[in-house]
């Protein structure tokens, strides 16, 4: 079974910058989506940001020109580089990789932005 581990959360001023990584365990070929998701207290869970096998990207409305998702296959590492930061974008951020038959989760890693 494969394991995603975040990094990289942490304690920020608004318009700040930060670099969530999720490292995968395994083959990042196995999986058709990697994705970025938050979720802040009170609040359901939200996609953030996809990344396909293909490498095409997406993005959230209130994330785009903001956020740019990424990955190093030969590492096995997915990124999501945060800039121009907002109090709004608080949350516990949890990558999650999606293949044919399956869904894995990361642990989580909080973000606090500061106004």
């Known amino acids: 079974q494969v394991q995603l581990v975040e990094s990289g959360g942490g304690l920020v001023q608004a318009g700040g910058s930060l670099r969530l990584s999720c490292a995968a365990s395994?083959?990042?070929?196995?999986?058709?989506?990697m994705c970025w998701y938050r979720q802040a207290p009170g609040k359901q869970r939200e996609l953030v940001a996809l990344?396909?096998?293909?490498?095409?990207?997406q993005y959230s409305d209130s994330v785009k020109g903001r956020f740019t998702i990424s990955r190093d296959i030969a590492k096995n590492t997915m990124y999501l580089q945060m800039s121009s930061l907002e109090p709004e974008d608080t949350a516990v951020y949890y990558c999650?990789?999606?293949?044919?038959?399956?869904?894995?989760w990361g642990q989580g890693t909080q973000v606090t932005v500061s106004s």
């Open positions: 395994g083959n990042m070929f196995s999986f058709n989506a």
């Open positions: 990344i396909n096998e293909r490498g095409s990207t």
């Open positions: 999650n990789a999606i293949s044919k038959t399956n869904s894995i």
